[in-house]
């Protein structure tokens, strides 16, 4: 039995307003307005749209609250949020602006306790734990804080750790793999599929459509998401007002350079699957 | 007066139902307050999370009663996912706590051999008792999304609406009992499809 009921989740990397991602979880692009984009993924069918807030410590947390409370008000699927979530509170606001679940990842790194307290709660099944996996000397490593901190925590006991502690569902990203388009990193799915029960999300690396038949042997991925295949398939969908955005790494929109993804959609996608 | 009062009994995503129910003209509100929610046309009961704790806060906000009783007035009542559940008698998630008992039945695990925490989420399609003549016959086989660990096994199988399909085992994913309408899935998040079953009840509504 292969694993036809993959979901299909954009990951939309968000600054502010913007749609941006990276390579590596490094060096981020604007994209454009990221409304324009989950609206765009929402008429595709999606099966749910998950926002990563890249510097949420660095900026005002209500833009990400008044960008979901916007959203919500257009598009019907689940939409997971996340991204330098602190403290029971910040999830409670994101809850209520209408978030229906939520990733944890650095601070439950340094209080374990937050995680369970989470759970108990906001129930389990509202409580993903995101692990962000670099790989060094032959093993996987967690990073934090949008992969700009190490920890010499091993991906393999952590991801243990977690679903004793009662996550429903790992958001996992290769880092290494990550904006790339060089496939899924599956040294790291085939360390962890005999690990846990619970299921994962995988992330990082989709490039063509050969990269979801090698993964679909794994039967604890329930979903898969994507970025950058679907973001730079959207670029062209959209027009850009440059003078509205205030800040942002702009020049790759602006040079209207092709970029190295094959155009994608999520209904291609969908087909790949329905059809394996 | 509203159309829909959506009980705020502080579990889940209510914001995501009343952006639905907004979405096709129905007027409605967040509230746990009993004046509000007996003048109300409909009410619905959302909900994510644990039973026995969301018994506990319907409880301490003295809304019991309020619920119980807008049932015996005969209009709509509508619960989704948790909301569904807390209208059974009782659920394996938590024993010492006992639901509305408005629908005779009980809530139990999925249940599967050498598998534990099993939960479903994602997108199942729904199979509707053909026979029933409902407003869901045009959404069958329509995929929905769900979330939960706990499944509704109403005493009287009659009244189970539809049906979904999770790692080969059947289970109840939606009842009509009386004035009762409850979804295991949630409507509010199963896009076009979902947002069909706010417009039926709408159509209920405004008659």
Known sequence: MTNKNLRIIPRLDIKGQNLVKGIHLEGFRALGNVNDYIEKYYLEEADEILLNDVVASLYNRNTLFNLIKKITKKIFIPLIAGGGIKSLKDIEFLLSSGADRVFLNSSIIQNPRLLSDAVKYFGSSTIIVSIEAIKSKRKYFCLTNSGREETNLEVNSWIKQVEDMGASEIFLTSVDMDGTGRGFDIKLISQINNLISIPIIISGGYGKTTDIKKILKYKKISAISIGSALHYSSIKNFKYNFNKFDEGNYEFLKSQKKNKFNFTNIKKLRKILDNV | ?207
């Open chain 2, 1 to 207: 007066m509203f159309d829909v009062a959506i009980i705020n009994y502080e579990m889940g995503n209510l914001r995501s139902i009343l952006s639905a129910c907004e979405a096709v003209g129905l007027k409605a509100t967040i509230t746990d307050n009993p004046k509000i929610i007996k003048k109300s046309k409909s009410i619905i009961l959302p909900g994510v999370g644990a039973f026995n704790q969301a018994i506990k806060n319907i409880k301490k906000k003295k809304l019991f009663r309020v619920i119980l009783d807008f049932y015996y007035s005969k209009k709509p009542v509508i619960g989704i996912c948790l909301g569904m559940q807390i209208l059974f008698e009782e659920s394996e998630e938590n024993l010492n706590t006992k639901g509305f008992g408005i629908i005779k039945g009980a809530v139990r695990e999925f249940n599967y051999r050498n598998k534990n925490n099993v939960i479903n989420i994602g997108w199942r399609k729904i199979k509707v008792k053909k026979f029933k003549n409902t407003y869901l016959d045009i959404l069958n086989n329509k995929k929905f999304y769900f979330i939960h660990k706990f499944i509704c096994v109403p005493n009287d199988k009659n009244i189970i609406l539809a049906h979904s399909n999770y790692l080969n085992k059947k289970f109840c994913a939606a009842v009509k009992y009386q004035n009762v309408e409850a979804y295991q899935f949630h409507p509010e998040k199963s896009g076009i499809n979902g947002i069909k079953i706010y417009k039926n009840l709408k159509k209920k509504i405004m008659i």
